[in-house]
């Protein structure tokens, strides 16, 4: 096993609620790292989204699901196609992770023919209050993940759907702009979620 240096210091800024374009946000110098999230299919990889001059480090691949109430004209439903989604509104909270991957999941329908509304949902995080009706939204998740708290007072469903869907975040970087240092750090992270096993179609891990 090779020796890795220990992390060089970072500084670390974020925004929970916007997203910005990760490739801008290095190209005009506001960070050394910025990170790529990635709504795609399972013949798509990193390579079909990383421009020139740019490289990434794999950080985490999750399997979005929809989920309804018994009330929500899905709830019956055996399986669900992308032209079902058609006008559907799309209910997530406003954690970070499901909030970014939601505006990209639109951008998913999108490319696809496919117009879906989606509706961010107030949490208040002390108290964990869901404030809103679901029996007119289908909301989203992840497989691998437990289910958020504020789900968790709800009757909610797993819709199955026969379309192909995944979720990836990357680091993305310019190794010219970064030290030695720095890329042994990103080797490293890169090299450890190599190692990870990936969800299977269920999101147990194989």
């Not at 989606?118 to 679901?134: Q, S, W």
């Amino acid at each position: 096993m090779r020796n890795v240096p220990p992390p060089p210091d970072v500084e670390i800024e974020t925004n929970e609620l916007q997203t910005s374009d990760p490739f801008s946000i290095l190209r005009e110098d506001q960070s050394d790292v910025s990170i790529l999230y990635i709504v795609r299919d399972s013949s798509k990889g990193i390579e079909d989204y990383l421009q020139p001059g740019f490289a990434s480090a794999h950080i985490g691949t999750r399997k979005p699901i929809f989920l309804s109430t018994p009330k929500h004209p899905f709830s019956n439903r055996s399986m669900l196609s992308l032209q079902d989604f058609e006008g559907v509104t799309i209910a997530t909270t406003l954690c970070p992770v499901a909030s970014i991957h939601a505006e990209s999941l639109k951008c998913f329908f999108a490319n696809r023919g496919i117009a879906v509304h989606i509706l961010g949902i107030p949490v208040n995080r002390h108290e964990d209050m869901f404030m809103a009706d679901l029996d007119d939204c289908i909301a989203f998740w992840f497989e691998e993940t437990p289910i958020a708290s504020v789900y968790e007072s709800l009757e909610l469903r797993c819709c199955q759907t026969n379309f192909d869907l995944m979720t990836d975040a990357h680091l993305l970087y310019c190794p010219d702009h970064l030290s030695d240092q720095h890329l042994l750090y990103l080797d490293a992270v890169r090299e450890m979620e190599s190692k990870k096993p990936l969800p299977n179609e269920s999101g147990e891990a194989r």
